[in-house]
């Protein structure tokens, strides 16, 4: 999968997670842009991330994402 | 590995969720009306997610001042865990509405428990919860590090439960009743299967910790809820999540949220009393492999010596063993009542006996108005109920008629059956009492009266809601097989129970002075297979029927009306001008004595050695509009 596959997927599960009908979301967002998206939602949007791709992060992983890009390039960059 | 319809993290025992959840709460949370109490229990009586339920508790709050409770019991609950809660209260929410709940949670801040509790002026005295969840981590109580020394081990012991003693003294004070929760024991291991042996080990701490916390509600008139269980019931290798832990210091992994909310919601239901009282059973392939009135007494499967046989055997002890604290138990099947109530009498393994049995109910009535009339027989609710069906059609039509009633999904395979009943958590309790332990003979006396039944709901509708699709065809060579099957195995609905040989199909399926017609039938909930086979053979301008039969797995979905069709425009291209059935009698096959007067058939005499004659003028015959679609060679134009 290339970077807009990943992003179109990682889009879904963000608006499952996060109860939000077709999200704005480009690869420079971050947690600010959505009131929904607090520390406890992202939890639950990393746990859903794993499962939907299939991966599972470290800590160290989740701190270093400071944009929705981070987060697709790694996923992009697992998926080889 | 699990499948996916055993997987009790996924809440195998109800329906699956739809896809649009998410869309479904929007329509309820953007529209002005009402929110009926059905609206939120139907939407919560599937399998919801983290996520799901996250976003129905937030319907729970925009549409607030919209929810019409109706029989959804208020609860203030609050929360006081260990590690991250904030996202436990939306499930318990979600749950609640699951148990007969409309839940607010009031969440103890993090760390802040005890504090909280016993704080004089605390948030949590102006809350207005009247009960709180306690629920620890044995990482927080202090039990996650060994103790080589036995004494330091019950010291640590000694402490966990101080601590949760100075909380339920707190609630007392605050007249909150606490629910204590066991501790899920730590998957890791110190020193193996020695850990058992060894006190100062963080299993047996968290072990010992959970016998006298059990003990501590008991004495101090708490609720117990046995998170410890659920978290086995899950598996401890999946219930814990380091990472998460270290992370975010969230106790368990979210996947099990659902499965541990709904575990608080059914204990909490039990409480407020909405926990059920009466299990309603279905008989063939629910009590016991087969169809009694087509297999007779020697065929069905019950017992020892058959995988089936011990499965419905097993289906048995759970009823009884329900009956033994309390649970009423009724009888609620499509079959002749005298060939329903035979394995009762006389069936040598059947542990259930006529006499366990509050409310019997066999006739040939839609299942949803029998139902009714056991909640009305016994004079309970029917939202006191669960029904148990094999059959996914008849547990889709009580669903959508009495969706008060409770209706566990059951997998094809009976053994399954228990595990999805007890799983669900329906009939959980939260005491035993001298009461219930008589409660099912006094019901079975008050259930001797009888109360008139009354057809419910609009059933046409719920036969479109099948979206059947019915295939009438010519015998062939790939349906032989089966059509004998049928011709030499249907008893109940069949005609003239005449049995042929393949061979004897095979000469039909080439005489073209007879009609033949085999019928398929498909409907949401799968493929039902052959359910009817008919032959006719002209004679002039008669045409007489020579077997008619059906399956009674299909009855009540107007596929006769379908038959009759077809063979009217079979007879009407030939010429013909009156169809003429014959009923001859069988000790099984009373059901369709009146098959052809319901059909519109007039009656033409007695046959000789017993049996009615019914004769249809093809003139009278009017083409029927049916809720099915039509397909295959002998199909009609509609």
New interface residues.
Partial sequence: MDETQVLAKFRDVF???M?I?DPEIGMESTAKDFEEWD??SN??LV??VE?AFGT?F??AD?EGFSCVGDLVRALVARAG | MHSPTTDPLGLPWLLPAPDDVRGQVRALAGSAEAIAAQALTGLAGHALDLDQLTSVAKLLDKGRSRIEAGTLTPLKLALLLDGTADHLAPAIRGSGLRHGLLIDCWVAPYGQALAEATRPGSDLSASGAQMALVASDFRSLGLGRPHVDAGAAEDAVAGALARIEAIVGGLAGLKITPVLATVPVPAGSWMGSFDALAPGSPAAMVAAFNVRLAALAQARGALLFDAARVAALAGHGRWFDDGLWNRSKIPFALDAVPLWADHVARLLGAARGKARKCLVLDLDNTLWGGIIGDDGLEGIKLGQGSSDGEAHLAVQAMALDLKARGVVLAVVSKNEEAAARLPFQKHPEMLLREADIAVFIANWNDKATNIAHVATTLNIGVDALLFLDDNPAERARVRQMLPQVAVPEVPADPSLYPMMVMGSGWFDAVALSDDDLKRAEQYRANAERSVALQQIGDYDDYLASLDMACELSRFDAIGRARIAQLINKSNQFNLTTRRYTEAEVAVAEADDQVFDLQVRLVDRFGDNGMISVVIAKAAGDEWLIDTWLMSCRVLGRRVEEAVLASLVQGARGAGAVRLVGEWLPSPKNAMVERHYEKLGFKAAGALEGGGTRWVLELADHVQPKLPMALSGDRSFAA
């Fill in positions: 608006a499952d997670v109860d009908d520390s406890l939890i639950r746990v859903a499962r599972r470290s800590n989740i």
